[in-house]
């Protein structure tokens, strides 16, 4: 879809903001610009729908050179999402996603029709139609940000740091949503952070940049961490890229554990027939097989198990959906040592230790298995 070819950005003064970059973005994927300040990545985005031009070089769409396009009728075609939305303050939030459709001469019902419609794909409740940026939260006014860019249908999203501005929580939901919402749409996205971890998540493509917008390294996230090109691409990818590579290997091959797995209303018999050598905990699930906590067995009475007096089961993973970096993290911040893993409803499907999940994991790098976004990624 976009082909960027021997791209300079130089300016009056003598500053190059990008520096001879070639890249070819795949379409129907998310392309992602990471690096430190200063190396470029958001003049190269802007590069593209020419709110910046280029000195030297072409960028091809679809195949056109983009400079012999109108600029308006390019940047219509594209969609646009920067930090903090930046919506207009005066216009309501279903006015302010109908703006394109309405520059393009739609009706002013059939653009509120597909701003309704939007609203709901992006996760927003449509009693916020008639509301005004200032009355929604950050993570809903950058949800409608990220509406308004699709209003039009366009072929291309550039993104720029849309989610930098929220807290972790909300930035978590927002990159969710972003996956969702690409996976049933298939736009060709190109998407600029300074977060590695987000690049890492959502990226099929990653674009690692030096100081100076020389391209360091473009590769799927999976490859990125395992074979970074050189001390620079590593020194960004941080010291715990080997825990970040966890996320592209599959938990569907854990040996999960059901032996000490016991309902609430269990027997004295079935609590006394655990084997400590199995697990020296009892995991009690409620009457529709939910986890409630962890127990030692002598601590358990037939009948009389005090919900209040169990251990916390910790945060549970779904079992062959989530990857191995989410078991793990399971198993560390459980305070038993043993991870939960549950199935797509919340019922516990067994459990698995830490010493189980490290041998998993020796075992998956050793038969050098990644399921990473080159095609797809694994969740968690």
């Known amino acids: 879809m976009i082909r960027i070819d021997s791209v300079t950005k130089r300016y009056p003064d003598g500053t190059v903001a990008v520096d001879r970059l070639s890249l070819e973005i795949p379409d129907r994927s998310i392309t992602v610009l990471v690096g430190p300040s200063g190396c470029g990545k ?13 000195t030297e070089g072409t960028i091809l769409l679809d195949g056109a050179d983009i400079q012999r396009q109108p600029v308006n009728t390019l940047r219509r075609s594209m969609g646009y999402v920067i930090q903090n939305a930046g919506l207009f303050q005066h216009r309501t939030i279903v006015d302010n996603i109908a703006t394109v459709p309405r520059l393009l001469g739609w009706s002013k019902d059939k653009a509120r029709a597909r701003a309704r419609e939007l609203m709901e794909r992006v996760g927003l409740d449509s009693s916020l ?20 860019a699709l209003a039009a249908d366009p072929p291309v999203l550039l993104m720029d740091e849309p989610f930098s501005a929220v807290d972790p929580v909300v930035r978590k939901g927002l990159q969710d949503e ?55 691409v590593e020194d960004f990818l941080g010291a715990d890229r080997g825990i970040r590579r966890l996320s592209f290997f ?103 230790s830490q010493q189980a999940i490290a041998e998993a994991i020796r075992g998956a790098h050793a038969e050098g298995r990644t399921d990473g976004r080159t095609d797809a990624k694994v969740a968690g």
């Open 250 to 352: 599959p938990s569907a091959g854990l040996e999960l554990s059901t032996a000490p797995v016991v309902p609430i209303d269990a027997t004295a018999e079935r609590i006394a027939a655990h084997d400590t050598a199995d697990a020296p905990y009892l995991l009690v699930t409620d009457a529709d097989g939910r986890p409630l906590g962890w127990s030692e067995p002598q601590d358990l009475t037939a009948g009389e198990i005090d919900v209040d007096r169990l251990v916390s089961h910790g945060r549970p993973f779904v079992a062959g959906t989530d990857s191995l970096r989410a078991a793990l993290d399971c198993a560390v911040l459980s305070p038993t040592g043993w991870a939960v893993a549950v199935d797509e409803d919340g019922r516990v499907a067994g459990v698995v």
């Open 129 to 148: 139609a008639k509301r005004y940026p200032y009355q929604l939260s950050g993570g809903q006014q950058q949800r409608v940000g990220v509406a308004r």
């Open 178 to 232: 972003l996956l969702r919402i690409q996976e049933e749409l298939g736009k060709t996205i190109v998407f600029v952070t300074h977060d590695i971890d987000e690049a890492v998540k959502i990226g099929t493509m990653v674009a690692v940049m030096r100081t100076g917008g020389r391209l360091a390294q473009y590769a799927p996230p999976a490859e990125l961490l395992t074979h970074p090109v050189d001390a620079f």
């Open 42 to 54: 958001t003049t190269t985005l802007r590069m593209i729908n020419r709110m910046i031009e280029p």
